[in-house]
């Protein structure tokens, strides 16, 4: 089969969107499959050139990509499979396909808010992204949670679950992080810098335990409150990243939202335990790897903190994050596919 997968900004280390696309796309080429991954200059990171990876260029503000189009049409993909709600690459490939007539998957990572007004995405919703969901053959949601989200939005679309990706086999255990930066027993955080992201409150929640927070900046890294004990790191490669996962306590992500989480599940495989806020599908994701708190509730996520340092998660997590391997979410996708 030959099939392209469309992705606003792609890189295979960095961000939720871009390890996903680069796990399903290497699992699906392992199994003999041609797999193109299209996408725009924009990075959320330094890239290289990829063998497989197609760069378009794109406008500086809006991230359209005009060439995307057209390259759809002179192409001959058996099916096309177009990630992220909140841009215009679906409606582009939606476009494409009207005038191609190509098989289209369309999997949105959906996320019901956002740091832009709130008008302004309501305009998108009703003039791109309805549109693009209506267009696709069948659309995928990571949660059973984002699956309900979408069938509120359009009742009649097609959805199936199919969840993000993790490749338990390749994950290497990496020694010396605590070593290279000085610390003992450490708390993780890995994630965007931005508000929603809760940082401010798991800063006051850690106390004196030393926080390592990984992630590219999105315009917060300056409002984290500084004290001796928060490690920012920025974004770091893969390798520093298993490393940091090896010998880490705990990792928190105490988001307002979060669409799954990818962070939770990486960290699971390490048989770490995690904690989330209850909101949307991040309790089920967790199960029993963890704890929820509510979201801003700094002592809650205080005692939170304390009783996963004194309990015995490991086997919980392990158990927890079997679902999620990647051989199995590619079999789940490819029975989409082929259906």
Not at 7 to 26: M, Q, T
Not at 280 to 293: E, F, M, R, Y
Request: hydrophobic share 40%.
């Amino acid at each position: 089969m030959r099939i392209a997968q469309v992705i606003i900004g792609y890189h295979s280390d960095i961000g939720g969107y871009g390890r996903h696309v680069n796990l399903i796309s290497n699992e699906l080429r392992r199994r003999g499959h041609e797999v193109d991954i299209l996408t725009t200059n924009f990075s959320p990171g330094k890239v290289k050139p990829e063998r497989g990876v197609k760069r378009f260029w794109n406008t500086p503000f809006l991230k359209l990509t005009p060439g995307l189009c057209s390259y759809l049409r002179s192409n001959d993909y058996d099916l096309v499979h177009v990630h992220g709600y909140p841009s215009f690459q679906p409606f582009i490939t939606c476009l494409a396909r009207k005038l191609k007539g190509f098989s289209l998957v369309f999997t949105p990572h959906y996320h019901p808010f956002g740091t832009k007004p709130r008008v302004f995405r309501l305009l998108f919703d009703k003039l791109f992204g309805e549109p693009s969901l209506k267009c696709a053959d069948k659309v995928i949601a990571l949660t059973d949670y984002e699956k309900g989200l979408l069938s509120k939005i359009i009742p009649s679309i097609k959805v199936s679950v199919v969840s993000n990706p993790v490749p338990l086999k390749s994950l290497k255990k990496v020694k010396g992080f605590k070593k290279k930066h000085g610390l003992k027993d450490f708390i993780l955080f890995v994630g965007r810098l931005e508000e929603d992201k809760g940082l401010n409150f798991l800063v006051d929640a850690v106390g004196d335990r030393d926080l390592v927070i990984i992630g590219r900046d999105a315009g917060f890294r300056d409002q984290i409150k500084q004290k001796p004990n928060v490690h920012l790191l920025g974004g770091v490669s893969n390798k520093a990243l298993m490393s940091a996962y090896t010998e880490c306590s705990m990792l928190v992500m105490p988001s307002k939202y979060e669409a799954f989480g990818i962070a939770f599940i990486e960290a699971m495989a390490y048989g770490k335990p995690v904690i989330g806020t209850r909101v949307g599908p991040v309790p089920s994701v967790i199960g029993k790897a963890g704890l929820t708190v509510p979201y801003g509730d700094v002592p809650a996520l205080r005692r939170a903190i304390k009783k996963v340092l004194k309990g015995n998660y490991k086997s919980k997590a392990l158990k927890q994050v079997k679902q999620y391997d990647v051989k199995l979410v590619v079999d789940k996708l490819l029975g989409v596919y082929e259906k």
